[in-house]
């Protein structure tokens, strides 16, 4: 079992940067791929980021590429998403999830076993 818990969301104006972090307990995540999720009010939950277990590979959202950034320290058994240039229609709960290193499925959220409870992004414009 991996416990996974977010923290780092707030209230942030447009254009501002917020950095989240995943603390992982339980199990080492260092042999797990990692992603970020996020659900808006009304809206699906959407893939946002993915780490590979070994940091060798990442993939974006189109909606975020260029402005988000996944990042893992496995020492820290942590996961981080720096998010830059952030605008109103990145406000949501943002959870980070891990998965099976022999998963293809990264963007998805049937690639992924363990969830955390989520952290709140608010963007005011």
């Known amino acids: 079992q991996v416990q996974l818990v977010e923290s780092g969301g707030g209230l942030v104006q447009a254009g501002g940067s917020l950095r989240l972090s995943c603390a992982a307990s339980?199990?080492?995540?260092?042999?797990?791929?990692m992603g970020w999720f996020r659900q808006a009010p009304g809206k699906e939950r959407e893939f946002v980021a993915y780490?590979?277990?070994?940091?060798?590979?990442?993939d974006y959202a189109d909606s975020v590429k260029g402005r988000f950034t996944i990042s893992r320290d496995n020492a820290k058994n942590t996961v981080y998403l720096q998010m830059d240039s952030l605008k109103p229609e990145d406000t949501a709960v943002y959870c980070c999830?891990?998965?099976?290193?022999?998963?293809?499925?990264?963007?998805?959220?049937?690639?992924?076993?363990?969830w955390g409870q989520g952290t709140q992004v608010t963007v005011s414009s």
């Open positions: 999830a891990s998965g099976s290193r022999y998963s293809s499925s990264w963007s998805t959220q049937g690639g992924y076993a363990y």
């Open positions: 339980g199990r080492t995540i260092s042999t797990y791929n």
């Open positions: 780490i590979s277990w070994s940091g060798g590979s990442t």
